[in-house]
Each structure stands twice: as C-alpha cells, then as structure tokens.
C-alpha cells in the first residue's frame, strides 16, 4: 500500500512542474521548426549540420517524405500494455471534404499563335531581307504550328545562298556535313523553292535540280570549280526566266560558258566574268551578237593580277551590245584595238548610263579611245577614269554626254607626277556643276589658282539653285583654305569631304570629314585659323 501512494504522490508532483503525463510526448521545438521550414507536402527537406541548416528542393515527391515521418512518429508510440496506451485518446477532427475538382482549361497557345499570318509574314519578310532566309527560316519553323505555316511559305525564298560548311577543307566532320546539307536541299528545293530568284552558290561542287526552280533569273557561282558544260546547259533550258550569271572567282570552262549564252540568247541580261586565258572565245561570242539585249557586262581580274592586256574593239562590242547600259573593265590592262583608217565608226552605245575603267596602275585608256568608246553616249551618269592618267580635262570636255552625276579621275600610287596636267580642271566643273554629285580630283596635279577656278564654278550655278554636290575628294592636291571655305560655304549638301595631304591647309584639318556636322566644323575652324604665312 505504500508504494503505490509514493508512486502517485510523484506524479502528482510531476504534473505541478508542468511535465507532460507517461506517454503523451511533448511537441519539441526543433518539430516545431521542422514543420514551420519545410511543412508537409511542400517539397522540400532539411539539411543539418553542426553549423548550419539548409533547406533544399526534396529530390523525392512529398507523399514519400510524409510516410518516413508517419513511420517515426509511429516508432515513439508507447509500448501496448503501459498506462499511457490505455487512456482514452481524444478525438480528432474529421477531415474537411476535398473540394471539387476545377474544370480543366484549354491551355494557352501562345501569342505567336494569335499574330495573324499576313502580318507574320510581313515580319518574317523583313528579317529574310535583312539577313537572308536560312537559317532563320528554318529555325522559326520549329517554334509552333503558325510560325511553321509562315515559314513555309515559298514567297519569302526568293534569295537563297548555299555555302557547304568548312568550305575547302577536306575533314570528315565537313564530309558529313555536306552530305547532311545535301539531303536538306534534296528537301527543300521541291517544297520550298518554287518561286527562287537569286541564288548564290559558294564552293559548290554538287550537281543542282535546276526543274524545281522555275522562277530563277540570277545565278552567281563563288570560287565554284568543276563546273561542266551540261550543268549551266540544262540550267538554262530548265529556267526560262533566267537571264543574270555571275562566275566571277570560278573556274568555268568557255565552252560552258558560250553554251550557256548560246542557249539563253535574247534573254541575256547581265555578265560578270573573271578575265583570264578564256576569256577572249567569250568575248569573242559577245561581238558575233551572241546577247543583243544584254544590258551589264563587267570584267575583272582576280585575287591573283592578270598582267596580259586585254584588247577590245570597241566599234564590233557597240553592234554585239547596242542595248549595254553598264560597262565595267576593272582593274585590266586594257588596249583598245587601233580603229585603223577602213574601220567605219561604230554606232555607241546610246544607252550606256555607266562607264567605268578603274585600275590600281597606269593603263593606256588616252583621250582618243575614251572618245571612240563614249560615242552616242549623252546619257551617261557615272564615271570613273581612277588611274587613268593620260585623260586630260580637254578631252573630257568634248564628251557627248550632259548629265554627268559622278566624276572619278583621282590618282592613287601614281610616282610621276610632272605629266600631270597643271590646268584645265575648270572645264569639267563649268560643263557639269550643275549635275555633280560626286568629284573626286585626289593626286591630281592642279595649281592652286586653277583649283580656285574650278571649284568657283559651284557658287554660280545657273538659275540660281543650290549645287547638287554632296560628296568631293580633294586628297594631295594644292587646294588653299580659302578655296576649301567658298566650296564648303556654296554647297549646303556637302556630306563628304576628303582633305588629306592637302600641303597647303593648316595643320589638324589635313583628314577626311563625314557628315554634316563635321563638314561644317571644318569651315569654322578654317574661318577662324589665322592664315598661314606664303
């Protein structure tokens, strides 16, 4: 009888302090922290250390981590039998239904699928036009149903360059490539170039399906080599619309070239050829009228300078072409054929808008030739003498054409400068200041007094309007300050302005000036600057 009263005296004292009962375990405060960090089903656990405690994303779902925690709740149940066990468990509340499931809605598709088509094409067309349709195109494909709808579209690859990848080096990484890029085009060229213009091949060595782009009207092969007669052959009967080739930098055989033309006839528009030891049999089907209606012929050298001259009669290319309007001879040795005393004059050529023989060193372009070439010329706009030197400003003056808009004859590397012409240069502003937009005089050998003069012609236009000039290269000459000043101060649209090597300008001012702005600051400071001693 005794011990049990001592037993219940304890635990009466035991209750006083305030400790729980046997068997009702007291909530602790590291679960109190537990569940406030990580609460169940949230996804995450702890981590803890003897310094720190880290809450991280659960690498498991929560139905997992909440079973491990109803397992060690479990485990510090009192054993069946004590006294604990047997009291009476207070009751729990019944759970809250679960509410009823929301219905489910249709998920967003996105605001590119909400872009009408015509303004996603509108779009998509300014991106092709910026920086072409692949691989642009093909990535927007892959974003969703109305982007792939868009992209599809055979108007928006009309403009298409194909360049296999690690052009020219013979890896097996690029071997692959190239065939993958080759199973592509096999693809795409049926669905995707119906309606292809321009296409641009570089270091193509594959064959090409010239029915699927019945459309084409410009071709140009970059550094292709291997290229057969048969491939340019069906090409042109294949696409009857094309009339535009461009082989510069490729190694083409003339016979494919002249077959070429043969075939294309009429039609031809436009040529670029690389002058080399071929050349002259294509030339040669030029003056028989192979092309009647071609309207732009340009011939230049390569990387690699061809130093063989390049004699053209002028009188037979003006009845092969009387409809060329652009005529390019860059960079070539160039001897026109001598007229000789039986050759009647040719007819000119009455449409040619655009001259140019420009060439890094001296040529033999005289003032004779010029005149033979520009014969029935008097609408020509552009041209472009750079490097001729033995072009005077008399034989310039008795040029048929008007309407000059722009005038190279600068000098570039030239040694000999006592041939130069030291007058005259106000014959070719008096006759043109009017239609001037580009000048460019740079190393020429004209006096200051005759610079003054020529460059006097822009302040008195005719009628009184305002200079069309706007861009004008004075590079080496003896232009004065004050010259520079009424030529700055007469032309109000002046964006250009080249004074380097200019020995008689002040220091600082020796240097190109574009814009405006700069241009105009230019004639502050030459207003401004004290004038240099004679």
Known sequence: MAPRVARRARGAR??????????????????WWWDRLAPSGSGYHLLQSDSMLLVLPGPEPARARAHRRATRRAQRLPFPGSRAAGAKAKPRPAPAPAPPPAPQQELDPGWGDRIPLEILLQIFGLLVAADGPMPFLGRAARVCRRWHEAASQPALWHTVTLSPPLAGRLTKTGAKAEKKLLASLEWLMPNRFSQLQRLTLIHWKSQLASESCPRLTFLKLSDCHGVTPNTL????????????????????????VVSFLEEVG??????????????????????????????LLEVSTGINRNNTPLQLPVE??????????????????????????????????????????????CNFVSNEALGRLLRGSPNLRLLDLRGCARITPAGLHDLPCQELEQLHLGLYGMSDRLTLAKEGSSLLTHKWCHTLRELDLSGQGFSEKDLEQALAAFSGTPGGSQPALCSLNLRGTRVTPSTVSSVISSCP???????ESCRCLPRGLKRAYRGPEEVQWCLEQLLTSPPSPS
């Open 233 to 256: 052959l069906m090409l042109a009967r294949a696409c009857p619309q094309l009339h535009s080739l461009d082989i510069q930098h490729s190694t083409v055989e003339s016979m494919a």
């Open 316 to 361: 037979a290319l003006q009845r092969g072409c009387p409809q060329l309007q652009v005529l390019r001879l860059l960079n070539l040795v160039w001897l026109p054929k001598p007229s000789g005393r039986a050759v009647t004059p040719g007819p000119g050529f009455p449409s040619l808008e655009e001259l140019c023989l420009a060439g890094s060193t």
């Open 14 to 31: 035991g209750r006083v302090r305030g400790t729980p009962p046997a068997g009702a375990r007291a909530r602790s405060a590291e679960d």
């Open 266 to 295: 009429p039609r031809m528009r436009k040529l670029w050829l690389t002058y080399n030891s071929q050349t002259t049999a294509i030339l040669g089907a030029l003056l028989g009228s192979c092309c009647p209606e071609l309207q």
């Open 493 to 499: 649209g002046l964006l250009y302005l080249n004074l």
